[in-house]
């Protein structure tokens, strides 16, 4: 069901879900956005208030609220009926731990396939955020893996993988939407093959390498107030204005790449951002979650915390569960409300 914005309430404080509020489209003369915070201002700056005065602002959007409810499809609904946690672990391939915030109901999902075709050194991951419902998190965690399998084996024969994976995406996202579903979802995958790591993702959930105990991010986050986001967004006639500290695309949703989001498809894509890398020596896991983690802790404090739960005398272990969960408890001790969900994979068998 879907209902008007001036008469809907706040979904929710969280900055990448839907966030109704009838002076979020206000007419310009009227509207008196909070300032950000200094870090929000260094990432993209608020525009004067007499540019903000002649701007033009779209009309208004109906944005459905979503049922609080699970579906059977993706990864399994959380145990102790929504209320709990998601916990899986495959010896010597990888560890998940998914946490639900504050909400009745968990959106994010996961999903990994090891062994592919009976390949011991080629496999699937990702872990994939939901925002106005769980729906789109869903279908992600049950078709975008394999699209993208599908389209690499598509593309045997020429050397683009980030363009399959690319078309995986996209091929998700235009399946999802022409459907009935609602809602929206930020997604990390991690493909491996022949000692090559394919890392790619769409919004805010990120994929932190440990190399020898260093921390590298493998992504970047997809946000509005990212410079080269934000010149997107207006080149196709759209805007972002910040909220609490908050930066919006429409004044609705604090993340500009992911699937679903049909009411702001213009401007929200699905395009992913891929980096491949040779899988080395050095490199020791892989940690892979929703922004849940990473707004609270830091890449580096991800991988200090874990990594002696990972690692002995020097050698990659088997990924340890209660790794994944000291990574969610920290999230969670330090304030997150948000979902919280970590997925660690070592690499070391991977290396060719």
Not at 111 to 133: N, R, T
Request: hydrophobic share 35%; charged share 25%; glycine share 8%.
């Amino acid at each position: 069901m879907s209902v008007a914005v001036s008469n809907s309430p706040v979904f929710s404080p969280k900055h990448h879900h839907y966030h109704h509020n009838t002076s979020i489209f206000s007419s310009p003369t009227t509207l008196s956005p909070r300032p950000c915070s200094p870090l929000s201002r260094t990432a993209a700056a608020s525009p004067p208030s007499a540019v903000v005065a002649k701007r033009k602002r779209p009309t208004r959007l109906d944005i459905p609220i979503m049922p609080m409810e699970f579906s059977s499809v993706g990864t399994p609904a959380p145990r102790g009926g929504g209320c709990g946690e998601v916990e899986e672990e495959r010896d010597g391939f990888y560890s998940v731990c998914c946490k639900k915030g504050r909400r009745s109901f968990l959106e994010d999902r996961f999903s990994a396939e090891v062994e592919i075709h009976g390949d011991s050194k080629k496999a699937i991951f990702g872990v994939f955020d939901g925002h106005g419902g769980p729906k789109a998190a869903e279908y992600a965690a049950e078709n975008l893996n394999k699209n993208i399998i599908a389209e690499i084996e598509n593309k045997a024969n020429e050397v683009d993988i980030e363009e399959a994976v690319k078309l995986g995406y996209m091929k998700t996202d235009s399946d999802f939407l022409e459907g009935e579903l609602k809602g929206g979802s930020c997604c990390v995958t991690a493909f491996i093959a022949k000692g090559d790591l394919v890392v790619s993702n769409a919004g805010d959930c990120r994929a932190v390498m440990s190399r020898g105990g260093v921390a590298e991010a493998l992504t970047t986050d997809h946000r509005p107030s990212r410079p080269d986001e934000k010149d997107r967004i207006e080149a196709k006639g759209g805007y972002i204005d910040c909220y609490n500290g908050v930066w919006r695309i429409q004044g609705s949703l604090a993340v500009s790449r992911g699937i679903g989001d049909r009411q702001l498809k213009q401007w929200v894509v699905a395009e992913p951002e891929s980096r491949v890398i040779k899988i080395s020596q050095n490199d020791e896991f892989l940690i892979l979650a929703s922004d849940g983690l990473w707004d609270k802790v830091t890449n580096q404090e991800a991988v200090d915390t874990v990594r002696p739960l990972c690692i002995d005398s020097n050698k990659p272990q088997r990924p340890s569960l209660a790794a994944c969960k000291k990574l969610v408890d920290v999230a969670v001790s330090r304030g997150s409300l948000d979902d919280v969900s970590v997925m660690i994979v070592p690499l070391e068998q991977y290396i060719q």
